[in-house]
């Protein structure tokens, strides 16, 4: 990672380049930039909520290097060089996800807020664990909250999402 001075030594920005839904992109951050800024606000990818900015609600989910994390928590430099999904990355050739067509199927998007979040964590769920019960499901969701009416649907969508990729849709 390079750093890149001003003409003044204060605002120092470095250079990195992150990998977002397939895309490389070269770009310079303060030291102290928030990933999930980096993806609004330089990348434009708004998909990725900001919440709480605390870590608690998980709004701003993204996959890193296949796992979901808060891009709240995690300074743009932490992800210099690794691959980032983030939910505009889930669908495919205009074609949504399984995950994304059963949240749809199963009336799992609310005010959608929470949405983008619950996909990434279900997305990961089902690629380390295809058959997963209703308990995992749970425990995989658990760190994104819904305020709208609850988790019904969306353990259904998740469910729904594992029997549908079964099928082999």
């Known amino acids: 990672m390079e ?5 003044t030594g204060r ?6 380049q992150l990998i977002v839904n397939g895309d490389s992109y070269n770009i ?11 993806l609004r606000d330089q990348l434009n990818l708004t998909g990725t909520k900001k919440g709480c900015e605390l870590g608690n609600c998980g709004s ?5 290097d296949g796992e979901p994390v808060d891009s ?5 430099i932490e992800a210099d060089g690794h691959e980032i999904i983030t939910v505009e990355g889930v ?10 067509q059963a949240f749809i199927d199963n009336a799992a998007v609310q005010c959608g807020f929470c949405t983008p979040g619950m996909i990434l964590s279900a997305k990961a769920l ?5 058959h997963p019960t209703e308990t995992e499901v749970r425990e995989a969701i658990a760190g994104n ?11 259904k969508a998740v469910l729904a999402a594992a029997v549908t990729k079964d099928r082999g849709a």
């Not at 310079?28 to 980096?38: G, W």
């Not at 089902?126 to 295809?130: D, E, F, I, K, V």
Request: proline share 2%; net charge positive.
């Open 3 to 7: 750093c890149i001075e001003n003409n």
């Open 11 to 16: 605002d120092k920005r470095y250079a990195i």
């Open 28 to 38: 310079a951050v303060k030291a102290n930039t928030l990933l999930v800024n980096v």
């Open 60 to 64: 701003c989910t993204v996959l890193l």
């Open 72 to 76: 709240c928590l995690i300074l743009a």
């Open 91 to 100: 669908a495919k050739n205009s074609q949504l996800d399984t995950v994304q």
């Open 126 to 130: 089902l690629t380390r664990n295809p």
């Open 145 to 155: 909250f819904c305020r709208c009416t609850g988790y019904v649907n969306i353990v």
